[in-house]
């Protein structure tokens, strides 16, 4: 556990303490950089589709990052939001450990970072390493492995983005997230081009429901893993 970081892992985020180490952490990691290699991705989602036989790779591939995004995201994010904690994200300086399954366990981070001082100005420069320097690179390379549509990838980062934001609004009422959301309502980014984490997830009516249902603006392909259908957030459901 990385000590600037422990007023996080209280409560539901306990399980997160040890996702995010220091270099001194047993744990064996791979640089990121070197894990993006074809080689590296094969392998790991090779042992990933032992439990789904005969699979569609571009669906093997988008569960894959879900369990990646959901150990990336959460305590990156809400070291950021909540304790104001600028860390070091760039793909050039992570390296990432995996579990016997090959599923991601967590990273190994070059140094602890610093408090951002003084605090960002707007969500770009807030999670703009986040954005340019990890998860863009990370879904280029992955989906141009499988041959999948980024789309599919950005939409499973946002996914879990927005989902976290509700995880923090109602666990600390007080906490300043609106960097968070201005992110994703954002429909383009400062250079002008559109940006992929645009309102990943709608809230819609459905009949005889009082309450809104969440959904994803675009599937994850999950469907095409065997043995898996489509998940509860599903737009084609």
């Known amino acids: 556990m990385i000590p600037a970081l422990a007023p996080l892992f209280i409560a539901d985020f306990e399980h997160y303490r040890d996702v995010l180490v220091l270099p001194d952490d047993p ?68 390296q990432l450990i995996l579990d016997d399954d090959g599923l991601p366990a967590g990273f190994k981070l070059p140094h602890s970072g610093q408090r951002w001082m003084p605090a960002p100005a707007d969500p770009f420069e807030r999670f703009g390493e986040l954005l340019d320097h990890h998860i863009r690179p990370f879904i280029e390379a992955l989906a141009r492995h499988v041959s999948l549509s980024p789309k599919v990838l950005w939409s499973n980062a946002g996914n879990y983005f927005e989902w976290l934001l509700g995880v923090l609004a109602n666990a600390m009422p007080h906490a300043d997230v609106s960097h968070g959301h201005q992110l994703l309502n954002a429909l383009y980014l400062p250079d002008g081009s559109r940006n992929p984490l645009f309102q990943p997830v709608r809230y819609i009516k459905v009949d005889r429901q009082d309450e809104l249902k969440r959904q994803r603006r675009v599937c994850c392909i999950r469907y095409r893993v065997n043995g898996l259908d489509y998940c509860g957030n599903c737009p084609l459901s």
């Open 27 to 94: 744990l064996e990691g791979v640089p990121m950089r070197t894990f993006l290699t074809g080689d590296y991705l094969d392998d790991v989602l090779t042992r990933f589709g032992t439990a789904y036989p005969d699979s569609d790779p571009r669906g093997l591939a988008s569960i894959w990052s879900k369990h990646y995004f959901i150990k990336l995201i959460p305590p990156m994010v809400a070291a950021s939001l909540i304790l104001n904690q600028r860390l070091p994200l760039s793909l050039d300086h992570l």
